[in-house]
C-alpha cells in the first residue's frame, strides 16, 4: 500500500514539472515571438532616426517582460541586423542591475561593427554596473574609439561608476581634453559629468589640467573643479593663481569655481579681493558672488566689497557686492553704514541692499528711519516692500523708536505701516501706546482703526 501510494506521489511529481517546464518554454517562446514582432524593420521604416525608435521600443519591452526577457535579448546580441542588436543591448541597459548576467556579451559587443550599437552597449554596462573592474577597464579603452558616439557612450557608463572608475581619470581626461565639439555627440560634456562623479581622485588630474595651453581646457576644468563642491577645497590654491589669466572666460569660470567650492575655498580670498579690480564687469560680479558664497572666511574683503558698493560703475557688480556682505555679515558697523548710504540713495540695487541689512538683525537698527521712509502702498515697489518687511523683521523691537517717529509722518500709507508693524510686534511695543492713542485722532479713518487695532492687540498681549 504505501509502495503504490509512493509511486502515485512519484508520478504526480513527475507530470507537475512536465507541465511546468511546457508552461516555462511556452513562456519563453511568447517572449521571444514577442521581441521578434517588436524588431521588424518594417516598424521603424518611416522613423527617424532610427535608432532612437528602436530604443523606445525596447524600452517598452523591458518594462513589460523585465527578467524574463534576459535571455532572448543576450541572444539577440548576436542577431545580424545592426537595429536588432541595439535595441537588445538598450532593453539591457533599462533593466540594470537584474541583467548581469549579459555582461560578457556586452563587452564583446564593444567591438561591434556599427557604432550605435557600441554605444548603447556601453551605455548598459554603466547602467547594469556589474563586474566594475573588468567594465571599467573595458570603458576606459572605448574611450579611444574614433567615433564621438561611441566616447560618448563610454563617458556615459563610466559616469555610473562614480568614485570606483578612479583608473579610468586619466583616459577620461584625454577626451576631456578634445579640441573638436561634436555637434550631435560632445564626449567633452559627458567626460565632465564622469570627472564630477568620481570626485577626489580626479583632483590632481584636473589640477594640471589648470595649466593646459588651451584657455577652453582650462575654463572647463576650472568649471569641473567648481562642481565637484567643496570636496574640491585643495584646488583652491591652484585656482586662485588662475584669476590672473590672460582669457576672460578662464578668470571667470575660476572666479565661479571658488564660490561653488564655498568655505574650504578661503585661502583664495586674498586673490579674489584683488580680482574686485578686474577690468571686466562680469568678472568683478562674479568674484564678488564667489567671496559672498565662501561665507565668514571672506572677511577680509569687506572692506573692498564696501568700496564695489559705493563705488563701481557697474550695476551688478554693486548688487553682488550688496549680497556679498550680507552673506559674510562682519564687520558689521562699516557694512551698515555704507549699506545705509547705497539705500538713501535710492541706487537700483536697492533690494539685494535691504535684503542684506536684514542679515544682520538688530545691528541694523540704524537702517530703520531709511527702511519705513522707503515703503509704498504701490504694487509696483511690491519686490522692495517684501523685503523692507523681511528688514524690520530681523531688527525687531529695536526698530520700535523708528517706528515711533512715522506713526507721525506726514504720509498716510508711512502711517499706516509704522502702525500695523507696531501692533504686530505686540506687547513689546508697550512704549508706543501714547503714540497710539493720539493717532484714534487722526484725520484719516483708515489710520485711526488701524491704531485701534494696534492697541487691541499690544494690550491684551501685555496682561
Not at 46 to 53: E, G, V
Not at 230 to 250: C, F, I, Q, R
Not at 361 to 367: D, W
Request: proline fraction near 5%; hydrophobic fraction near 50%; charged fraction near 25%.
Amino acid at each position: 500500500m504505501r509502495a503504490t501510494r509512493f509511486l502515485v506521489l512519484l508520478c504526480l511529481g513527475f507530470l507537475f514539472f512536465m507541465v511546468s517546464a511546457a508552461r516555462g518554454q511556452d513562456n519563453s517562446s511568447r517572449v521571444e515571438a514577442e521581441w521578434a514582432n517588436r524588431m521588424k524593420e518594417s516598424n521603424f521604416r518611416d522613423q527617424w532616426p532610427l535608432w532612437l525608435a528602436v530604443e523606445g521600443e525596447a524600452g517598452k519591452f523591458a518594462s513589460e517582460f523585465g527578467a524574463a526577457a534576459i535571455p532572448v535579448l543576450v541572444a539577440s546580441m548576436k542577431d545580424q541586423h545592426w537595429h536588432v542588436r541595439l535595441g537588445a543591448a538598450a532593453a539591457l541597459s533599462m533593466l540594470g542591475p537584474t541583467a548581469s548576467v549579459a555582461v560578457p556579451t556586452l563587452l564583446n559587443t564593444l567591438n561591434d561593427e556599427d557604432k550605435m550599437v557600441r554605444y548603447e552597449a556601453a551605455v548598459a554596462l554603466g547602467s547594469i554596473g556589474a563586474q566594475p573592474q573588468l567594465v571599467i577597464a573595458a570603458l576606459s579603452n572605448a574611450l579611444k574609439d574614433k567615433e564621438a558616439v561611441v566616447r560618448y557612450g563610454a563617458a556615459t557608463g563610466l559616469a555610473e561608476f562614480g568614485p570606483m572608475a578612479d583608473a579610468a581619470v586619466p583616459a577620461l581626461m584625454e577626451v576631456f581634453r578634445e579640441r573638436h565639439r561634436s555637434k550631435d555627440w560632445c564626449p567633452i560634456d559627458i567626460a565632465e559629468i564622469a570627472l564630477i562623479k568620481i570626485g577626489s581622485a580626479a583632483l590632481p588630474f584636473l589640477i594640471n589640467a589648470l595649466k593646459d595651453k588651451d584657455a577652453d581646457v582650462r575654463a572647463r576644468v576650472a568649471s569641473t573643479l567648481g562642481s565637484i563642491g567643496s570636496e574640491a577645497g585643495t584646488a583652491a590654491p591652484y585656482l586662485a593663481e588662475g584669476l590672473n589669466d590672460k582669457d576672460k572666460m578662464v578668470r571667470y569660470k575660476v572666479a565661479e569655481a571658488l564660490g561653488r567650492i564655498g568655505t574650504p575655498a578661503q585661502v583664495a580670498v586674498p586673490a579674489l579681493i584683488v580680482a574686485l579690480r578686474d577690468k571686466d564687469g562680469d568678472i568683478r560680479e562674479q568674484v564678488a558672488r564667489a567671496l559672498g558664497d565662501i561665507g565668514s572666511g571672506s572677511e577680509p574683503a569687506i572692506p573692498a566689497l564696501v568700496g564695489a558698493l559705493l563705488q563701481d560703475e557697474n550695476t551688478s557688480v554693486r548688487c553682488a557686492a550688496a549680497y556679498a556682505i550680507g552673506d559674510i555679515r562682519a564687520p558689521e558697523e562699516m557694512a551698515i553704514q555704507a549699506l545705509i548710504r547705497v539705500f538713501e540713495k535710492k541706487d537700483d540695487c536697492s533690494i539685494p541692499v535691504v535684503w542684506a541689512l536684514a542679515r544682520f538683525g538688530p545691528a541694523s537698527a540704524p537702517a530703520a528711519p531709511s527702511l519705513i521712509s522707503r515703503y509704498r502702498d504701490d504694487v509696483r515697489f511690491g519686490d522692495l516692500n517684501v523685503e523692507i518687511f523681511a528688514a524690520l523683521d530681523s531688527i525687531g523691537v529695536a526698530a520700535i523708536p523708528a517706528l515711533i517717529d512715522a506713526v507721525k509722518d506726514k504720509r498716510t500709507d508711512i502711517r499706516l505701516f509704522a502702525i500695523q508693524r507696531l501692533g504686530y510686534l505686540g506687547s513689546e511695543a508697550m512704549a508706543a501706546i501714547p503714540v497710539l492713542k493720539n493717532a484714534l485722532n487722526d484725520k484719516n479713518a483708515l489710520v485711526r482703526a488701524e491704531a485701534q487695532n494696534a492697541l487691541y492687540h499690544i494690550e491684551s498681549q501685555s496682561k
